[in-house]
Structures are given as structure tokens and as C-alpha cells.
């Protein structure tokens, strides 16, 4: 459940696994709060929006009730035709249109069909909430990316760590002598990438209440998480410490050089609009 404000009318997203449906009760709320189920039902009165809907099902949804909709196409439009969310669902087994009880209850369509209402309550609505839709859906993509980077970074962690446990810690250890281990093998890490220890990025930052990594950009941490699993398999090849940071700092030069420089020509491609 997602929240989108359009023109300080606050509009409600229902997630599902398939795709997105925005609340049809909040955009008629922005005509008229008092009046949002009737101003759904007078929607669907109309022939144009049957016609619409019909088609709409016809395209996406293989189990449509396509004798039911006749019915209703021929009815729409007569003074005497009424027509609810609830009874067009049950009757023709739509999927574009949903009704719902509860706490976040009230009428939801998949998009398409949330903005052909929107443009019928008000095509300047309907240009704004495509809009802010739009945006919100590009901000969950970038979160979703990052998302990604981070769990990947972490996955490999469990594998450098595993890397540490088998190869570089004798069983005699005390408990504050393996964490040294494992603190001293991230700053390795630290070093090859950032250039710093964990604690001199500290020392240098007092004011900041994460980490050194907390600090890292999408291509450091892409980065990061390569050299995790590299340096597992150096570990692994019974190379030395000094043996590993030489290498991973190469590597790290390397990609970081790669990464920006992809970046730089994305960006050019974006304003120049060729990407």
C-alpha cells in the first residue's frame, strides 16, 4: 500500500503481485469528498465507459463474461441503468476494477483505467496524476536497485567471513582475538577501495553516526561487494595479506574507473537523449 498526493488530493495505491491499482474512491474525492461512490456509479452509467472497460477486459483478462457486458453495453446510457463497481465484477468476472472492505477500503483500478476516470473527473487531475505516478514508480525502481546492491554486498560478506572462519582462524583463538581477525580482514577491504582503515574514516569523520560504508556510493558498494568475493578466493589460494591488498587495490582502481566512466556516458546519453 503506497500513498501519492496529486493536487493536495492525498490517492491511494493498492501492490499486488501482478501490478498496481490506484484508488478510483480518492481521485472522485477530489471533485467531491461527500459524494465519491456516486460519482463512480454515474462513471459507469455512461456508454463510452462501458465500451471502454469492455475492451480493456477483452485485451487482459481471458475469463471475461463477455455475454454479461452485451447486456450492459445495450443498457447503458438509458435513464433507467445503474451500474456499481461490486455488480460489474460479479457479473461480467472483471480483474480491471476492484472493491474493497476495510481499513484501506473503496473502489481500485489497474491504472489504465484509473486514468481514463481521472480524465473524466478532470483532464487537468488526470495530466498530474500520471505525473506523480510516473515518479513514483521511477523512485521505487531506484530503491529496488539499491536494494539489490546492498543485499548483494551482504551475501558476499557471508562468504568472506566463511572464507576467514576456514582459513585464517586457528581453533585456539579467544572469541575478542577472532573478531580482531575478521575487523582486520574488512579493513584490508576498506583499504584497497576507500584508502583508509574504519577507524581513521572515523577519526576523520566524528560527526557522522555511521560507518565507512555506510558512506559508500552505488558504485563503491558494487565494488565492494567484488572484492568480498574476490578476496574470498584469495584467502582460499593461501595468499598472503600484503599479497591480497596489492591485488585488490589494482582490481579496485580498475572497476571504479569502469563504473564512473559508465556513468559519465549514461548521463551525456540522458541530457542528449540518445539513452
Not at 463474461?65 to 456499481?84: I, M, P, R, Y
Not at 476492484?98 to 491504472?111: F, I, L, N
Amino acid at each position: 500500500m503506497a500513498k501519492m498526493k496529486v493536487l493536495d488530493t492525498s490517492i491511494t495505491i493498492l501492490g499486488t503481485k501482478s501490478d498496481d491499482y490506484i484508488s478510483l474512491t480518492d481521485i472522485a474525492k477530489h471533485k467531491d469528498p461527500s459524494a465519491s461512490n456516486e460519482i463512480i456509479r454515474n462513471w459507469l452509467r455512461n456508454r463510452n465507459t462501458i465500451e471502454f472497460l469492455g475492451i480493456w477486459e477483452k485485451i487482459y483478462n481471458p475469463d471475461f463474461k463477455h455475454v454479461e457486458f452485451d447486456g450492459f453495453k445495450k443498457e447503458a446510457g438509458l435513464n433507467s441503468f445503474t451500474l456499481s463497481p461490486k455488480k460489474w465484477i460479479e457479473r461480467t468476472n472483471a480483474i480491471g476494477i476492484v472493491s474493497k472492505a476495510g481499513r484501506y477500503g473503496g473502489t481500485y483500478a489497474y491504472k489504465d483505467i484509473a486514468f481514463e476516470f481521472a480524465s473524466w473527473v478532470s483532464v487537468e487531475f488526470k495530466l498530474y496524476l500520471i505525473k506523480e505516478f510516473q515518479r513514483l514508480k521511477e523512485q521505487e525502481f531506484k530503491q529496488l536497485g539499491w536494494d539489490i546492491k546492498r543485499n548483494l554486498t551482504k551475501m558476499n560478506y557471508h562468504i568472506h567471513t566463511d572464507a576467514i572462519k576456514q582459513n585464517l582462524i586457528p581453533q585456539t583463538l579467544t572469541p575478542s582475538q577472532v573478531n580482531f581477525v575478521y575487523a582486520n580482514e574488512a579493513d584490508i577491504l576498506n583499504i584497497a577501495l576507500f584508502g583508509k582503515t574504519a577507524k581513521e574514516w572515523r577519526d576523520q569523520n566524528p560527526d557522522k553516526k555511521g560507518n565507512i560504508r555506510d558512506e559508500a556510493d552505488v558504485n563503491q558498494l558494487i565494488c565492494l561487494a567484488n572484492l568480498e568475493s574476490l578476496n574470498a578466493h584469495f584467502i582460499q589460494e593461501k595468499l598472503t595479506q600484503t599479497q591480497r591488498l596489492i591485488k585488490l587495490n589494482h582490481i579496485a582502481i580498475g572497476q571504479m574507473k569502469i563504473l564512473v566512466e559508465h556513468n559519465q556516458r549514461k548521463e551525456i546519453g540522458e541530457h542528449s537523449g540518445k539513452e
